[in-house]
């Protein structure tokens, strides 16, 4: 098996199905530009941060669903971004359903997570404009 940081995201995808590792590479490539995503947003790194949870917990438990002949791995988890980033909308606070099917725990957020999440607000768009890429 190729080491996890050679393959694409599709490849990531479908040995996620069997292997949640795969999973965690292809989060470590894409948490960067989501938190972006939703920093544009929200405004508030904390609920940037628990609107990327569960973006990534919908994901993970949507894997089946995913169909490479409908889109690009990256595509794919910003419908689901932009889904999860809406219902919030409607209903006024962050949905956690897709972390409570997963049994994830409450989302924290200590100091250093803050301090990440503000370094990318702070790249002024540029992380969004790698969203592109």
């Not at 405004?43 to 889109?71: C, K």
């Not at 200590?110 to 540029?126: F, K, M, Q």
């Amino acid at each position: 098996m190729a080491p996890t940081g050679s393959r694409s995201d599709a490849q990531l995808l479908a040995a996620s199905l069997s292997d949640p590792e795969a999973f965690g590479e292809l989060y470590r490539r894409h948490e960067r530009v989501m938190l972006g995503y939703f920093l544009h947003w929200a405004r508030s790194p904390e609920l940037a941060a628990d609107l990327t949870a569960e973006t990534f917990a919908a994901a993970f438990g949507s894997l089946s669903g995913y169909r490479a002949e409908r889109g690009e791995p990256r595509a794919w988890l910003f419908g689901i971004a932009r889904h999860v980033l809406a219902r919030s909308i409607d209903r006024g606070r962050v949905e956690d359903g897709a972390r409570r099917r997963l049994r994830m725990g409450k989302l924290v957020v200590d100091d250093e997570t803050l301090e990440r999440i503000e370094e990318i607000a702070s790249l002024n768009g540029s992380v969004l404009a790698g969203a592109s890429s």
